[in-house]
């Protein structure tokens, strides 16, 4: 309906919407290995949650790891700030 957010549009979606969906944000945001395996990695919880339950609408059954990883780190040779903690959605 009108006004509602993207993710409950997509929420809603038949399964195969929701299985194309899950495929371009791999291939946008994520990585598919050889094996089949999919992961896409977040510092939002709620977003990794929702890709959770996604994969699981689409029948597929997810897992989500939580990595501490402090708030200072290095890209480039560069020291950044970050966020202390990133969110990993895998499935297969």
Not at 5 to 20: N, V
Not at 29 to 51: C, E, F, I, W
């Amino acid at each position: 309906h009108e006004g509602a957010p993207a993710g409950q549009s997509t929420a809603s979606a038949a399964p195969d919407i929701i299985r194309a969906f899950l495929q371009a944000y791999a291939a946008g945001d994520g990585h598919r290995y050889p094996n089949g395996k999919v992961s896409a990695t977040t510092v939002s919880r709620q977003l990794a949650y929702g890709v959770a339950w996604l994969v699981m609408r689409a029948g597929r059954c997810p897992s989500i790891y939580a990595t501490h990883v402090g708030t200072r780190g290095m890209v480039e040779g560069r020291s950044v700030s970050r966020a202390p903690v990133q969110y990993t959605v895998v499935w297969y």
